[in-house]
T-cell receptor, first 116, second 109 residues
Framework: NAGVMQNPRHLVRRRGQEARLRCSPM?????VYWYRQLPEEGLKFMVY????????ESGMPKERFSAEFPKEGPSILRIQQVVRGDSAAYFC??????????????FGPGTRLTVL | QKEVEQNSGPLSVPEGAIASLNCTYS??????FFWYRQYSGKSPELIMF????GDKEDGRFTAQLNKASQYVSLLIRDSQPSDSATYLC?????????FGAGTTVTVRA
């Protein structure tokens, strides 16, 4: 009974490079959420996706960040031209369908991005 | 005003005591409330959720919700050193969770 899986667990990039973070939701879960935790700060919502649809990306920076959840394969959070301020822990969470009211979200282990 | 506020820590309690964590939220329309535990360098782990006024108990944990006061709390009874972590209060707003800054709890052996 695998939980939410994320890879890589640690990612080091130089300024200007691209970062790709992957997330596979728990079995049976069709809703995926991405959150960012900056050092010494709380978790902040970034984006909510269902298969092939972005439902809410109100927490995503307007530039350089994008997310997708294709019909097949994991959800991808992509950060282009990374800057040092992007260094953070990025967590993916998933929830099953039909729980809009309660919305229990289960978190993956996170990807810790370091930008040099 | 922050959407979700938690009592500032750190909170230090002796082993076996009760740890009390508080959280207030600003959106009266919020429907469900969550407590997560996060160990240093790890991901948040769901402890409990509550959506009805009153108390909800699960083992040594009790969550309390008062929607009129926009207040939710978590009690940890018989605190153990393994309970030492940061506890995050989260509020469900249209499927996205808004988190408080967290309260760090240290249980002294």
């Amino acid at each position: 009974n695998a939980g939410v899986m994320q890879n890589p667990r640690h990612l080091v990039r130089r300024r200007g490079q691209e970062a790709r973070l992957r997330c596979s939701p728990m079995k049976g879960h069709s809703h995926v959420y991405w959150y960012r935790q900056l050092p010494e700060e709380g978790l902040k919502f970034m984006v909510y996706l269902q298969k092939e649809n972005i439902i809410d990306e109100s927490g995503m920076p307007k530039e350089r960040f994008s997310a997708e959840f294709p019909k097949e394969g994991p959800s991808i959070l992509r950060i282009q031209q990374v800057v040092r301020g992007d260094s953070a822990a990025y967590f993916c969470a998933s929830s099953p369908p039909g729980q809009d009211r309660y919305n229990e979200q289960f978190f993956g282990p996170g990807t810790r991005l370091t930008v040099l | 005003q922050k959407e979700v506020e938690q009592n500032s820590g750190p909170l230090s309690v002796p082993e076996g005591a009760i740890a009390s964590l508080n959280c207030t939220y600003s959106d009266r329309g919020s429907q469900s409330f969550f407590w997560y535990r996060q160990y240093s360098g790890k991901s948040p782990e769901l402890i409990m959720f509550i959506y009805s006024n009153g108390d909800k108990e699960d083992g040594r944990f009790t969550a309390q919700l008062n929607k009129a006061s926009q207040y939710v709390s978590l009690l940890i009874r018989d605190s153990q050193p393994s309970d030492s972590a940061t506890y995050l209060c989260a509020v469900n707003n249209d499927y996205k969770l808004s988190f408080g800054a967290g309260t760090t709890v240290t249980v002294r052996a």
